[in-house]
């Protein structure tokens, strides 16, 4: 797994959208630093979102919590002027 990661190392600054990291607080396999670790690595805007009690599993597990987050997340696009040039 350290190869691995390394490898992603220079990956990181490749990132240019707004991102969000949900994170679980008891996740047993992906320590909850590592979204901090991923939040200082990404070069774009970055939100951590902790989901209390969340393991490893989360978008199973806490699956209405993730899916009320995104759309509180995305619903402020829908007020946003379409690309007219994208026809």
Same mark, same amino acid.
């Given at each position: 797994?350290? /190869?691995?990661? $390394? *490898? +992603? +190392?220079?990956?990181? @600054? %490749?990132?240019?959208?707004?991102?969000?990291?949900? %994170?679980?607080? !008891?996740?047993?396999l992906?320590?909850?630093? $590592?979204?901090?670790? !991923? @939040?200082?690595?990404?070069?774009?805007?970055?939100?951590?979102?902790?989901? =209390? =009690?969340?393991?490893?599993? #989360? *978008?199973?597990?806490? +699956? /209405? %919590?993730?899916?009320?987050?995104? #759309? =509180?997340?995305? @619903?402020?696009l =829908?007020? +946003?002027?379409?690309?007219?040039?994208?026809?």
């Amino acid at each position: 797994l350290y /190869d691995e990661l $390394n *490898l +992603m +190392m220079p990956l990181w @600054k %490749q990132i240019t959208c707004p991102t969000v990291v949900f %994170q679980g607080t !008891a996740d047993r396999l992906v320590a909850p630093g $590592n979204a901090d670790f !991923a @939040k200082e690595m990404i070069p774009s805007p970055t939100e951590i979102i902790y989901i =209390e =009690e969340g393991d490893h599993f #989360i *978008l199973w597990s806490k +699956m /209405d %919590q993730i899916v009320e987050k995104t #759309i =509180e997340l995305i @619903k402020p696009l =829908e007020s +946003m002027p379409s690309d007219s040039t994208s026809s």
